[in-house]
Antibody
Framework: EVQLVESGGALVQPGGSLRLSCAAS????????MDWVRQAPGKGLEWVGQ??????????YYGPSVRGRFTISRDDSKNSLYLQVNSVKPEDTAVYYC??????????WGLGTLVTVSS | DIVLTQSPATLSLSPGERATLSCRAS??????LAWYQQKPGQAPRLLIY???NRATGIPARFSGSGSGTDFTLTISSLEPEDFAVYYC?????????FGGGTKVEVK
């Protein structure tokens, strides 16, 4: 069964940092682009960023609201995806989803991990 | 950035009725559109990709159509489990964006 399990969400103060992890099982992430999408409480979906595969040089793209503050990385040997979140703001409060990018679409999604930014 | 506008924001229908959801793009996105379903407390699930292709395991009552700037998700006959929020999303260029969502609720 294909599964994605995020972890690392927590309460963090404005300006702080956090590292989110995503453990994949049932498939090898080395074969796929991987994405992060977030959802603020009671709000819609916002794409955070994407990391491509090794043959494509692990190229990364970011959404405009996180570019320069967030960093996506992957460790194919551990079948894991990461999101380093720096200089957090209250508007970064959201559930963060790890997603396999299959045929250029998001499938499946992880269960999500909650990041709360508050003093 | 490409803006996806979904309408209506809320659709109030009864089980067995037909649901028609709209997604309009601010510029031509060819057929690079997907639809996702999200139920309360759950992660979104891919329903339709490339505008009209059903994802694996998605019932035939779900169908997608459209190209260019105007897209439609149709649920031919609503089942109780279909009451949820639906989002469209494009992959035509960077950044990827989602529509604001349509909530399908029980009338």
């Amino acid at each position: 069964e294909v599964q994605l399990v995020e972890s690392g969400g927590a309460l963090v103060q404005p300006g702080g940092s956090l590292r989110l992890s995503c453990a994949a099982s049932g498939f090898s992430i080395s074969d796929y682009y991987m994405d992060w999408v977030r959802q603020a409480p009671g709000k819609g979906l916002e794409w955070v960023g994407q990391i491509k595969t090794r043959p494509e040089g692990y190229t990364i793209y970011y959404g405009p609201s996180v570019r320069g503050r967030f960093t996506i990385s992957r460790d194919d040997s551990k079948n894991s995806l990461y999101l380093q979140v720096n200089s957090v703001k209250p508007e970064d409060t959201a559930v963060y989803y790890c997603i396999r990018n299959a045929r250029a679409w998001f499938d499946p999604w992880g269960l999500g991990t909650l990041v709360t930014v508050s003093s | 950035d490409i803006v996806l506008t979904q309408s209506p924001a809320t659709l109030s229908l009864s089980p067995g009725e037909r649901a028609t959801l709209s997604c309009r793009a601010s510029q031509d996105i060819n057929n690079y559109l997907a639809w996702y379903q999200q139920k309360p407390g759950q992660a979104p699930r891919l329903l339709i990709y490339d505008a009209s292709n059903r994802a694996t395991g998605i019932p035939a009552r779900f169908s997608g159509s459209g190209s260019g700037t105007d897209f439609t998700l149709t649920i031919s006959s609503l089942e109780p489990e279909d009451f949820a929020v639906y989002y469209c999303q494009h992959r035509a260029n960077w950044p990827l964006t989602f529509g604001g969502g349509t909530k399908v609720e029980v009338k």
